[in-house]
């Protein structure tokens, strides 16, 4: 697990990048520019390319998204320490590292089995206590319920009634909603009762889809 000093020095200029494309939570920066990406690349045809500001694939039709994406994903949350997360789309990890760096209490789940083996793994590597699960993001996490922060790191065809019920009120979720394998609007849902939510758009990106509990699972 190699992070030499041409990384770090990579690592920096991704986030000077990022911090010019208004990116200005000085924590989520840090996070970003401790955080060996390149180790979360699991392709290695990709290895090179790890901190141009890009996504990349990382195996069973998923992908790591792009920094500016997950700093922009972050920063949206609003992120306090000690806070309860609950991430949908563990992927290769790198966006749960990035919250773990923030000093959040993370529960992530992962759909594919093969990315979930190996995301969990890699976190247990660098130290993270992330609780890892495999299984339904639509169900999320009810035993656990209810969290302070919810994040949704793959595209929704609508916003899920379940994760909605686990978000505590005085609570966020950040969730990309729109057409499978289109483009989807960033979402910020403020709960403020057990029935009412502030919902705010916050620009178009793209994921990969948030895939449904009838979809099979690899």
């Known amino acids: 697990m190699e992070d030499s000093f041409r990384h770090q020095g990579l690592r920096k200029l991704l986030v000077e990048e990022l911090r010019q494309k208004n990116i200005t939570d000085e924590n989520v920066l840090d996070a970003i520019g401790k955080i060996p990406r390149h180790l979360f690349c699991f392709d290695t045809v990709f290895l090179k390319h790890a901190y141009e500001d890009k996504a990349f694939p990382i195996g069973s039709g998923q992908t790591i998204s792009q920094p500016y994406t997950v700093a922009k994903q972050t920063e949206l949350l609003l992120p306090k320490k000690r806070e309860k997360v609950l991430e949908i789309g563990t992927g290769s990890g790198y966006q749960t590292a990035v919250l773990c760096e923030l000093g959040l209490k993370v529960f992530t789940i992962e759909r594919q089995r093969v990315l979930y083996e190996k995301s969990s793994h890699l976190l247990d590597q660098f130290g993270y206590k992330a609780r890892c699960f495999y299984g339904d993001g639509y169900a999320g996490r009810p035993a656990f ?28 979720m950040v969730i990309p909603v729109g057409e499978i394998n289109g483009v989807q609007t960033m979402l910020t849902l403020d709960k403020k009762s057990e029935n009412e939510f502030e919902i705010a758009e916050h620009g178009s990106f793209q994921f990969v889809p948030m895939l449904d509990n009838t979809d099979s699972a690899v």
């Open 145 to 172: 319920a209810p969290f302070d922060k919810i994040l949704i790191t793959c595209g929704a065809p609508r916003i899920p009634e379940e994760l909605k019920k686990q978000l505590k009120v005085g609570g966020r």
